[in-house]
Structures are given as structure tokens and as C-alpha cells.
């Protein structure tokens, strides 16, 4: 019987596969901390643009405080379709 045919699936690892092993598991680490790096950028950008967001609803909201919640419901009134008589 051949090995395949006995399904022989022990044999002993070659010395150079170990070294393929820890090399690919070396790079995937490597890719993975870049990875990482560049998350925590986005990460950082995106808060910094919903701070700036923030900062100028702020100063909208403070410029025409006359508006306020009833600037929307005041809206949609005008809106409306004319009721009928």
C-alpha cells in the first residue's frame, strides 16, 4: 500500500516549514500592527471631525436662538396641504 492509500497523515514536519511558519506568522503580525496604526488614525480623525461637527451646531444653535424646537413644527405647518372646505 502506498502512503496515501493508508491515509499516513503522521509523518514528521520538514525542518523548512517551521521556518515558512514562524516567517508567514512573523509578516501576518507585522500586516496586523500596520492595521492597527491605521485604525487608531481614522479612529482619531473621526472624532476630531464630530468634535468640529459639535462645535459649530454650537455656535449655529447660539446664533439663531429665536428659531429653537418650534422653528421645525412652524415649518411643516407651512407645508401642509390647504385642508378643504
Do not use: C, V, W
Not at 13 to 38: A, I, P, Q, V
Not at 42 to 54: Q, S
Not at 69 to 79: D, E, M, S
Amino acid at each position: 500500500k502506498t502512503g496515501q492509500k493508508a491515509k499516513i497523515r503522521s509523518m514528521p514536519k520538514r525542518r523548512g516549514k517551521d521556518y515558512l511558519g514562524l516567517f508567514s506568522m512573523s509578516m501576518k503580525k507585522t500586516r496586523l500592527e500596520h492595521e492597527r496604526r491605521t485604525i487608531d488614525k481614522r479612529k482619531m480623525n473621526i472624532e476630531a471631525e464630530i468634535k468640529d461637527l459639535k462645535r459649530e451646531i454650537e455656535k449655529m444653535e447660539q446664533s439663531a436662538p429665536a428659531q429653537g424646537k418650534h422653528a421645525k413644527k412652524n415649518k411643516l405647518r407651512r407645508n401642509a396641504a390647504p385642508r378643504s372646505p
